[in-house]
């Protein structure tokens, strides 16, 4: 239910205008306030009486509109939602909020905004698949961006391919979430998660099994009970959570410096897989081939331990988890772990070949705190998360 909340609804100019028309009926529907406002483009496909009529309100359209401003000025407007939902969100739009472009209502609007923001692109499928749209996705994501859709399917146009805009339906789901209230509102939690690539040389790299999914479904279950994710990710085979903050890396190097980046937090959890050694001295060009049936010995040095410097940092966050995936006496090195590297909670799982846990939908894990250990049946890894994330706030709240 959205009892309550505000949501401030742009709609750009395209055709997929005319499913807002629905988007506003549910979330009324849902107990929401909406309040709209026009781009001069979404004048031609929908009418802002239609939309005022829907809403039951004053329907915003220009940026320099005196009454406006004397009304309610842009800043207060774009402060007063709970949620900016710009739906549907054109490839102009989007490149305008990548980019920083403030030059009429709705992107000025989005761009004085505090609070969080959903969009439901919708656009033909070679524009969403330029290399120019999808750098525009990747930063709107990076900056915490929540996205509906687009959808595959049949185009107005007549093409077929992704870009279609999500159904009023999923689009007021993905409002739900995005509104997520819950005991961790107010929180926030860094999270390092997937591989780390440790180069060899510009073409070879040094990796491991992990997909990411464990770490993924975490912050997904922890933003669900409101928790704001700064989402540190190496080279995962899952697509990172929506509405976290993701920071791309590739190397453990790089993890260390962005998790010390995304400090202050009241929780860090090390879900990453991160590789131990790096090579001391990549090569900058490709090794070749010599001749002799041999490669130069390859000489390694220790990545820095990310989870055991912030365990003694002067910023640590009041709660440190660690994961230790062992294919052995898992308990005994799990237990060595968790003194060693000073973190309070150490998840430890099997993570042995015939187990199908690395890369695999499930794991079996055993919590290990200071007050003993705690074995939790084979589960998904949904599921585990969700058990993890409902912990997490016992122990946060
Ligand atoms: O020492 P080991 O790699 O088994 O420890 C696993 C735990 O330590 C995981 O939580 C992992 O994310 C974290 N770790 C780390 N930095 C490293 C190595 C491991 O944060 N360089």
Redesign the pocket.
């Known amino acids: 239910m959205l009892a309550g909340k505000k949501i401030l609804l742009v709609i750009a100019g395209g055709i997929a205008a005319f499913k807002s028309l629905d988007l506003i009926r549910r979330l009324r529907e849902q107990g929401a306030e909406v309040t709209s406002v026009l781009t001069a483009a979404a004048e031609e496909f929908v009418t802002p009486l239609t939309v005022s009529v829907l809403t039951g309100n004053k329907v915003y359209r220009e940026l320099f509109d005196l009454t406006d401003e004397r009304e309610m000025g842009h800043i207060e407007l774009s402060r007063a939602a709970d949620l900016l939902v710009v739906a549907p969100a054109t490839a102009n739009l989007i490149g305008k909020m990548a980019g920083g472009l403030a030059d009429d209502l709705a992107s000025t609007l989005l761009m004085a905004t505090d609070k969080p923001v959903l969009i439901a692109p919708a656009m033909n499928v070679r524009m969403w698949l330029h290399p120019a749209t999808q750098r525009n996705v990747a930063q709107l994501r990076a900056d915490g961006v929540h996205f509906s859709g687009p959808a595959e399917g049949e185009m107005a146009c007549g093409e077929y391919g992704p870009g279609r805009m999500s159904e009023a339906h999923e689009i007021a789901e993905a409002v739900s979430e995005a509104l997520a209230d819950g005991p961790l509102k107010g929180k926030h939690i860094v999270i ?1 998660s997937g591989p780390t690539h440790e180069p060899i040389d510009p073409v070879r790299y040094i990796a491991n099994r992990s997909s990411g999914a464990q770490g993924t479904a975490l912050a997904r279950s922890l933003m669900g009970l409101g928790a704001s994710v700064t989402f540190v990710t190496g080279p995962a085979t899952v697509p990172p959570p929506q509405g976290a903050k993701v920071v791309q890396v590739e190397t ?1 190097a790089q993890m ?1 410096e962005a998790v010390f980046k995304a400090l202050p937090a009241d929780a860090a959890i ?7 050694w790096r090579v001391v001295a990549a090569s900058g060009s490709k090794i070749k081939k010599d001749g002799t049936g041999k490669i130069a010995p390859l000489n390694f040095t220790e ?6 410097e912030v365990s003694s940092a002067p910023q640590r966050p009041g709660l440190v988890i ?5 294919t052995d006496d898992l308990l005994k090195h799990a237990e060595a ?1 968790l003194a060693r ?1 000073g973190c309070d909670w150490i998840i430890a799982n099997d993570v042995s070949p015939e187990t199908g846990i690395m890369g695999g939908s499930e794991n079996a894990v055993t919590i290990l705190t200071a007050a003993g250990a705690d074995a939790l049946p084979r589960m998904s890894k949904d599921q585990v998360a969700q058990q993890l994330a409902a912990r997490i706030a016992e122990a946060l709240t």
């Open positions: 390092t453990a260390h090390f879900a990453a897989a991160v590789a131990d990545n820095p331990d990310i989870l055991a660690g994961f230790a995936a062992e772990k590297k």
